[in-house]
């Protein structure tokens, strides 16, 4: 069974602080995602990685960054968090570019106060 | 307009009743489409691949018309474990095998 874990299911922090989501994969997928899910718009792509190292820009990366340092693990960043980043954070996970199927972790409910 | 539309429901169904959910997506050059169930509080988790020729999985069909694209999940004989939002995915291809997600629709079956 794949897995993918996240670091926290619920999170509260305070505008200004810097937030860490961190993610890890257990069955050496090569591609992960992390999207957030608000009422109303669905899941939004904000970063993903195909390769250790490598990253690029969703269709909402402002105010978020993303480390990929190793295969199994990939972090996403607020660097200053505000309350519009009040929201459910979702990483997935996908073999390679050849497979559909995404995997998905529980999910960080994070609450910028 | 959105890449991926639904209808966000409710729909609210008796147990044993049929029903169908519709979605539209804008790029015609999507390559490959889903259906996604997520439980209320829950990460989404893959339901059925859907394919051009239609494909059943027990009590549900999954329908692609590629000419209108637009795609459809039929849910027969529905039960009160089928309660979830219902999330149609359209995979638009090139390198990076990005879904595009839509907001889902939530059904409620009712005893």
């Known amino acids: 069974d794949v897995k993918v874990t996240q670091s926290s299911r619920y999170l509260v922090k305070r505008t200004g602080e810097k937030v860490f989501l961190e993610c890890v994969q257990d069955m050496d997928h090569e591609n992960m995602f992390w999207y957030r899910q608000d009422p109303g718009l669905g899941l939004r792509l904000i970063y993903f990685?195909?390769?250790?190292?490598?990253?690029e820009k969703g269709d909402i990366p402002e105010g978020y960054s993303v480390s990929r340092e190793k295969k199994e693990r990939f972090s996403l960043i607020l660097e200053s968090a505000s309350t519009n980043q009040t929201s459910m954070y979702l990483c997935?996970?996908?073999?390679?570019?050849?497979?559909?199927?995404?995997?998905f972790g529980p999910g960080t409910r994070l609450t910028v106060l | 307009r959105k890449e991926v539309e639904q209808d966000p429901g409710p729909f609210n169904v008796p147990e044993g009743a049929t029903v169908a959910f519709n979605c539209t997506y804008s790029?015609?050059?999507?390559?490959?489409f889903f259906w996604y169930r997520q439980d209320c509080r829950k990460e989404p988790k893959l339901l059925m691949s859907v394919y051009s020729s239609g494909n059943e999985d027990g009590r549900f069909t999954a329908q692609l018309n590629r000419a209108s694209q637009y795609i459809s999940l039929l849910i027969r004989d529905s039960k009160l474990s089928d309660s979830a939002t219902y999330l149609c995915?359209?995979?638009?291809?090139?390198?990076?095998?990005?879904?595009?997600f839509g907001t889902g629709t939530l059904l409620a079956v009712q005893p």
């Open positions: 990685s195909y390769d250790v190292k490598m990253k």
């Open positions: 995915v359209v995979n638009i291809g090139g390198a990076t095998n990005k879904l595009i």
């Open positions: 790029n015609s050059a999507s390559q490959s």
């Open positions: 997935a996970s996908i073999r390679d570019r050849g497979y559909n199927e995404q995997f």
